[in-house]
C-alpha cells in the first residue's frame, strides 16, 4: 500500500511539473494589509527605501528674504512647513482646526503669497461662507481663517497681494450654485495633481490642460474675466473668454499693476461642443490642417494689461504675425518694465503635409519691452525643450531658466543686457523647485539624482557657496546602496544611445553576466533625467538595493534630446517599432559584452513604460526573459476615440479608420499570442487605461500556455498611490525578476547581435482584432513621470 502511495506520489510530482506553466489574476482590496513575501530583513530595508519625500519649495521667499513654505515635509502634520534660508531652522505647520458639524470647502482658491512680513496665504471662496482670507503664521505654523467681501470666483493673486483675477457671476448664478452644490462645475480643480498622474474626469468650467503647469486651463464655457482690487473694492472687467479657450499661462508683475495672459480661442459654433474641439486638436496633430486654417496658429494671442494707467493692449502679440512660431509662457521683469516669452516651434512630422502645434519641437526665447517693442531674441541649444521648461526674472535684467537637457534638469543663468550665458548648476541630476532670495544673489531649491535623495539646498546665482539646508532624506540616503556608470551603444542606424546602468553598490563595471531589467519611462513625450524613486513604476533605486541593476537609456520620442529625437517616434510609421527596436538591440550588445545573458535580461515601465514593455515581447518574443508592464497602454484604437486621442493620432500618423493594420500591429493586446516572456502585470482598478483590456492581454497569453500573472488593485488609478499596495508591488516585482532572471532557460534564445527590425516569430495565429467597448476614459494630454508638487 505504502509503495502504491509513493509511486502515486511520484506520478503526481511528474505531472505536476510538466503542465503548462500557470495563469493568475490576484485582486487586491485597497484597505488590505500588504502581504509579506520577503525575508524578515529585506522587509525592513524595503518599508526603509519606499519612505521617500520629496520635499520642495512651494512659494517665493518672505519680504525679509529668510523664509519660503516647503511641501512634502515628513516631519509636519500637514505634510509643509516655514523652512529659514538663513539658518535652516523649520517650523511645521499646524492643521486647520474647524468645528467637527463643519462643512467648509473652498471651491476656488488663489496661488499662495506673502501678505506681510510674518504671514503668507491665499485667497479661497466658499459657496456658503463667501470670499475667505486663510492666513499661516510663520512663527507659529498657525493657520487663520477670516472673511473678505469677494462676491466672485478667484482665480490667481497678484505677488504683493494686492488684486486678483476673478470669474465675475451674477447673483441669481451664485444661488443656484448653493442651492444645488453637488452640481456646481468649478471655475478651476484647487486639487494638486496626483503624484501618479491620475486622470480624472474634468468636472469644472476649466479643466487642467497640462499637469505640468497648474496655470494652464481650458474654458467649458464663456467665462467673464476681471480684475478685483483688494484694497479699493474696485472691480475692472478684462473681457469674456468664449468657450473652448485654452488658457496657457498668465502672469503678474512683481508690484501688481500689470498682467498678462496667453490664449487660443478655438470657434467651433452652435452645437458641436467639447468634441469638436478634441477633432481640431487631433486633425493638428495627423498635419491636416494648413497653418492658415489652423485655430491653434490663427488664434494664439497674448494680451497685455497695465492695470494702473488703464491702456490694455489685448491681442498685443498675435502669431499670425510672427514667423510660424506660438507664445506659451511668459514672465515679468522685477521692475515690471519688460517681459520675457517663450515660443515654441511646431513640428514637422514626417510623412505629414503640415506642422502640428500641439505638440511642438523646440522652445526659444524673445524679450519685449512693455509696448511689445522686441529687445532680444535668445536661441540656445541648452533652452530648446519644448513643454518641460520654466523660467523667471532675478533682476530687471537677469533671467533664470529651468530646463530639461539631456539626463538632467538643470539651471541657466542669462544676462539681457550683457548677454551672458551660462550653466548655475554644478551637479548632474534634477533641481525644481526653485525660487531666488531678494537681496542676497541666491537660489533655493531641490536637488536629487540617482545616488541622492531629494533636499533642499542654497547656491549663489554663479554657481558658488553650495549649502545644503534640509536633511528629510538622511537616512534614506545611507541605506541606498547603489552605484551609478555612464554607458553607450550605437544602434543600427549609426545614433548613439547614451544612459546609465544602475548596479548594487560593490558591483563591478563593467558587470560580469549579472540580471538587468531595461526600463522606460512614461509619456512618450516625457523628459528622462536623474531621479530617485523606489516606487515600482520608476524602480531604478528599488531593484539594485535587491540586486538587480536597471538599464536606463533615454529612447527616441523623449524631451531634452532635440527636435530630431523627440519626433523620431511619431516620424512616418515608426510608433512601436523604433524605440522598441532599439531597445532590444541594446539589450543585444549588452549580452554581447558579456555584461549579462539571454535569459537574464528583463523590461518593465508604467503607462507608455508599460506600453514599450508589452509591445516589446509581443514584437521580441524571445528577446527578454521576464516583464513587468505596469498601468500599461494595450489598445490603441481604444485609447484613440475614449482617451488620448489627440496624443495617439499624433503617434500613430492617422486614425483607427485610417490605419486599422497600423493600429493593430502597435496595440500589444492584438499581438499577445506571440508573447513567450513569463509576465507580470500591474493595473489600477480606476486607471483611465481599461484595465479590461489587462485582463484581456493575460488571458490571451494564458492561452498560448505561458507564465503571467496579473495583479489588480482596488479604487486605484494611473499608477499605485498607496503606500500598501507599493510595498506589496514592490515585493511581487523583486521575486518575479528574481525567480525568472535567475539563468535558467525560461525562452528560446535569440540572436544576440542583428538588426532588430528583422527580429520575428512566425505567428501562431491570425491578427487578434479585438471589438471597441463603451469604455470611458476622461481626456487629458499627458501621462508620464511622477510630479513633484508642493500642496
Not at 350 to 365: K, L, V
Not at 373 to 401: C, K, N
Not at 522 to 528: E, F, L
Request: proline share 7%.
Amino acid at each position: 500500500m505504502r509503495r502504491r502511495i509513493s509511486l502515486l506520489l511520484a506520478l503526481l510530482a511528474i505531472l505536476f511539473t510538466t503542465m503548462p506553466a500557470s495563469a493568475e489574476i490576484v485582486n487586491v482590496p485597497y484597505f488590505e494589509e500588504p502581504e509579506l513575501l520577503l525575508a524578515e530583513d529585506e522587509l525592513l530595508k524595503l518599508a526603509q527605501l519606499q519612505d521617500n519625500t520629496y520635499p520642495s519649495v512651494g512659494t517665493k521667499i518672505s519680504p525679509d528674504d529668510t523664509t519660503v513654505v516647503i511641501g512634502n515635509y515628513r516631519y509636519s502634520d500637514t505634510g509643509s512647513a516655514f523652512l529659514n534660508v538663513v539658518d535652516g531652522s523649520i517650523v511645521p505647520i499646524q492643521p486647520l482646526q474647524l468645528p467637527e458639524d463643519s462643512d467648509f470647502f473652498p471651491l476656488a482658491a488663489t496661488e499662495m503669497v506673502w501678505l506681510d512680513n510674518d504671514n503668507i496665504g491665499q485667497v479661497l471662496y466658499d459657496l456658503f461662507m463667501g470670499g475667505m482670507v486663510l492666513s499661516i503664521n510663520r512663527y507659529s505654523g498657525q493657520i487663520s481663517l477670516y472673511p473678505v467681501n469677494l462676491p466672485f470666483l478667484p482665480l490667481s493673486i497678484a505677488p504683493n497681494g494686492s488684486r486678483l483675477l476673478v470669474v465675475t457671476f451674477e447673483a441669481s448664478e451664485l444661488e443656484a450654485m448653493r442651492q444645488s452644490p453637488d452640481s456646481v462645475k468649478l471655475p478651476f480643480n484647487i486639487e494638486a495633481p496626483k503624484t501618479t498622474m491620475e486622470r480624472t474626469m474634468p468636472k469644472d468650467r476649466i479643466a487642467y490642460y497640462s499637469h505640468t503647469d497648474s496655470r494652464r486651463h481650458m474654458s467649458e464655457e464663456t467665462l467673464d474675466l476681471a480684475i478685483f482690487d483688494l484694497t479699493t473694492g474696485a472691480l475692472t472687467p478684462l473681457y469674456s473668454v468664449p468657450d473652448h479657450t485654452l488658457l496657457y499661462d498668465y502672469a503678474w508683475s512683481k508690484d501688481g499693476s500689470k498682467f498678462a495672459l496667453i490664449r487660443d480661442t478655438v470657434i467651433l459654433g452652435e452645437g458641436f461642443g467639447e468634441k469638436r474641439l478634441v477633432d481640431v486638436m487631433t486633425q493638428d496633430a495627423l498635419g491636416g490642417l494648413s497653418p492658415k486654417d489652423n485655430p491653434l496658429f490663427t488664434e494664439n494671442v497674448l494680451d497685455i494689461f497695465d492695470l494702473t494707467t488703464g491702456n490694455f493692449q489685448p491681442e498685443a502679440w498675435r502669431a499670425v504675425d510672427g514667423d510660424g512660431r506660438v507664445v506659451r509662457d511668459i514672465e515679468w521683469s522685477t521692475d515690471g518694465q519688460r517681459y520675457i516669452v517663450r515660443l515654441e516651434r511646431p513640428a514637422q512630422i514626417a510623412g505629414r503635409p503640415h506642422p502640428t502645434y500641439i505638440f511642438p519641437d523646440m522652445a526659444s526665447y524673445q524679450f519685449r519691452s512693455v509696448d511689445g517693442t522686441l529687445q532680444r531674441e535668445l536661441y540656445a541649444p541648452e533652452l530648446q525643450t519644448p513643454e518641460a521648461s520654466g523660467f523667471f526674472y532675478l533682476s530687471p535684467d537677469e533671467v533664470l531658466f529651468i530646463t530639461a537637457n539631456g539626463t538632467n534638469q538643470a539651471l541657466y543663468y542669462f544676462n539681457q543686457g550683457s548677454g551672458e550665458f551660462r550653466k548655475v548648476s554644478n551637479m548632474d541630476g534634477t533641481y525644481f523647485g526653485v525660487t531666488t532670495t531678494n537681496m542676497s544673489r541666491q537660489l533655493i531649491f531641490s536637488y536629487m539624482s540617482f545616488s541622492q535623495p531629494a533636499d533642499i539646498y542654497r547656491l549663489n546665482w554663479d554657481g558658488q557657496a553650495l549649502s545644503r539646508l534640509t536633511w528629510a532624506n538622511a537616512e534614506l540616503e545611507k541605506i541606498n546602496n547603489v552605484r551609478v556608470d555612464s554607458v553607450s551603444f550605437t544602434v543600427s542606424s549609426g545614433a548613439q544611445r547614451n544612459g546609465f546602468l544602475i548596479q548594487p553598490a560593490g558591483a563591478e563595471f563593467p558587470p560580469k553576466d549579472v540580471p538587468i531589467v531595461m526600463w522606460q519611462e512614461g509619456g512618450p513625450r516625457a523628459t528622462m533625467t536623474q531621479f530617485f524613486a523606489t516606487n515600482t513604476e520608476n524602480p531604478y533605486n528599488l531593484l539594485p538595493n535587491f540586486g538587480i541593476a536597471v538599464l536606463y537609456v533615454p529612447l527616441p520620442g523623449r524631451l531634452g534630446f532635440g527636435p530630431e529625437f523627440l519626433n523620431a517616434l511619431a516620424d512616418n510609421d515608426n510608433f512601436g517599432k523604433i524605440d522598441i527596436d532599439e531597445g532590444a538591440e541594446i539589450i543585444g550588445q549588452a549580452i554581447s559584452r558579456g555584461w549579462t545573458s539571454q535569459n537574464k535580461v528583463g523590461v518593465t515601465g508604467c503607462s507608455y513604460g508599460g506600453y514599450f514593455s508589452a509591445q516589446s515581447i509581443t514584437r521580441h518574443p524571445t528577446r527578454y526573459a521576464a516583464a513587468n508592464p505596469q498601468c500599461t497602454l494595450l489598445n490603441n484604437a481604444n485609447e484613440f476615440h475614449f482617451g488620448l486621442g489627440p496624443l495617439i493620432a499624433y503617434l500613430e500618423g492617422g486614425t483607427p479608420m485610417d490605419k486599422p493594420a497600423e493600429y493593430a500591429a502597435d496595440s500589444p493586446l492584438n499581438r499577445a499570442d506571440r508573447v513567450r516572456t513569463p509576465t507580470l502585470l500591474f493595473h489600477g482598478e480606476y486607471d483611465f487605461l481599461p484595465v479590461k483590456y489587462a485582463v484581456d492581454f493575460h488571458d490571451q497569453i494564458e492561452i498560448q500556455k505561458h507564465r503571467v500573472k496579473l495583479v489588480t488593485y482596488e479604487l486605484e488609478g494611473h499608477g499605485l498611490s498607496d503606500p500598501a499596495n507599493q510595498y506589496r508591488a514592490a515585493q511581487e516585482q523583486i521575486l518575479w525578476f528574481r525567480q525568472y532572471l535567475s539563468g535558467s532557460p525560461s525562452v528560446a534564445a535569440e540572436p544576440v547581435v542583428t538588426d532588430a527590425a528583422t527580429m520575428t516569430v512566425p505567428e501562431t495565429t491570425d491578427v487578434i482584432v479585438f471589438t471597441e467597448t463603451a469604455t470611458f476614459a476622461a481626456p487629458s494630454l499627458q501621462f508620464g513621470k511622477n510630479l513633484i508638487t508642493a500642496e
